[in-house]
Nanobody, 113 residues
Framework: VQLQASGGGLVQPGGFLRLSCAAS????????MYWLRQAPGKDLEWVSS???????AYADSVKGRFTISRSNAKNTLYLQMNSLKPEDTALYYC????????RGQGTLVTVSS
């Protein structure tokens, strides 16, 4: 299993980023997929889920600002992040499970003026 997240960077508060995660080594279309994040000095936190049928779920802290999506044709998971806040600063991971046992190397998002 390989999960390669990308798209992180430095953005000002109120800005936006789109994260991508290229998946390989497993049947992507048959898996629920997750975005998790870990802020400095804090535990790993669930951000969002997308199920095989396309249903989605979000943590309260990002609901209405973030949108998860997937392309089964491209084996790619996405996270559109709008109205970013400093508290969104974290290392973002895509994962095969909500606990993050199987996750990629992460991409760093820094929200700062």
């Amino acid at each position: 299993v390989q999960l390669q997240a990308s798209g992180g960077g430095l953005v000002q508060p109120g800005g936006f980023l789109r994260l991508s995660c290229a998946a390989s080594g497993f049947r992507f279309s048959a898996n629920w997929m997750y975005w998790l994040r870990q802020a400095p000095g804090k535990d790993l936190e669930w951000v969002s889920s997308i199920y095989t049928g396309g249903d989605t779920a979000y943590a309260d802290s990002v609901k209405g600002r973030f949108t998860i999506s997937r392309s089964n044709a491209k084996n790619t998971l996405y996270l559109q992040m709008n109205s970013l806040k400093p508290e969104d600063t974290a290392l973002y991971y895509c994962a095969q499970d909500k606990g993050g046992t199987i996750r990629g190397q992460g991409t760093l998002v820094t929200v700062s003026s």
